[in-house]
């Protein structure tokens, strides 16, 4: 059984998350080499996702759910040559989420690691939010000019719910939606037109966090429904935690701030950068 997130969390009742890491380029670079994919199958996946868990000790188990169809489109260029067959703007994730093979080796993956943690550590399935995956897919559908609408951002939302559905028998602890640093150049976000996938965590009794990009989210009343933010600049509102992203003052050496109430420390460790500096520096952040 998985651990819950919300039970880790400040401010939620919970004390055991001090650091939350985004880790999977580094580790991938760091155990397999360039170019390493971890996505062959299930098997392969959990003997990298051991050694990672190993080496790096996180307080929260991530699964990088996009990276995972990303590795399987590569291996399927039929697949990416059909994500382009109609104009509709929400038609390549649609046909991208809708393949049964990258379902049925992410309801293997999660199984496998849900065992492997054996309820210790919270696992959460990282995904690309909505408005970024809705725009990553048409991209690699040929579409470089695209304009997202609040319909296609709401549709990917429901493709995105549905997928999370396929391993609802798992005991998910979170998921996580992440948007991309260019994402902001796209207009705000509208968290409601995430309500899909807001319904189905909540049917499932899932933790829900939020990585955005700015800080306009912040005046959304849908971020209350969230159970966590990562982020630099948001502070949010309690009984919300805040992930308080402190990843450039780490990787430069210079002061961490001190965590308030309900919050706690972000991290995303760069794929390039020197193992023996990130284990002093994750030391430094757990002191």
Do not use: C
Request: glycine share 8%.
């Amino acid at each position: 059984m998985s651990q819950s997130l919300a039970d880790s969390l400040p401010g939620k009742g919970g004390s055991g998350l001090k650091v939350w890491l985004k880790s999977s380029a580094y580790t991938r670079r760091l155990l397999l080499g360039e170019g390493g994919d971890p996505w062959m199958g299930a098997a392969q996946y959990l003997a990298y996702f051991s050694q990672a868990q190993g080496l790096l000790r996180p307080d929260v188990a991530v699964v990088e759910v996009g990276e995972l169809f990303d590795s399987w489109l590569v291996r399927h260029p039929e697949v990416r040559a059909e994500l382009g067959s109609k104009r509709r703007l929400s038609f390549p994730l649609r046909k991208l989420l809708e393949q049964d093979e990258p379902r049925l080796l992410l309801a293997e993956v999660v199984e496998a690691v849900v065992a492997n943690l054996r309820g210790q550590t919270p696992l959460v399935l990282a995904m690309p939010s909505p408005k970024h995956w809705l725009h990553h897919a048409n991209v690699l559908a040929g579409r470089s000019d695209i304009e997202l609408d609040p319909d296609g951002i709401e549709d990917a939302a429901m493709y995105m719910a549905d997928l999370l559905r396929s391993v609802s028998a798992s005991p998910v602890g979170g998921v996580l939606l992440e948007e991309h640093p260019n994402d902001a150049a796209m207009g705000e976000t509208d968290l409601e037109r995430y309500r899909p996938l807001i319904n189905v965590a909540r049917h499932y009794r899932w933790s829900l966090a939020l990585r955005p990009q700015g800080t306009g989210v912040a005046e959304s009343p849908t971020l209350a429904e969230f159970d966590a933010v990562l982020s630099p600049v948001i502070l949010a509102v309690e009984p919300v935690s805040t992930g308080v992203d402190v990843g450039q003052s780490l990787w430069n050496g210079a002061a961490l701030p001190a965590l308030d109430k309900g919050q706690f420390y972000f991290v995303e460790i760069p794929d390039s950068q020197r193992p023996e500096f990130v284990l002093e520096s994750l030391a430094r952040l757990r002191a």
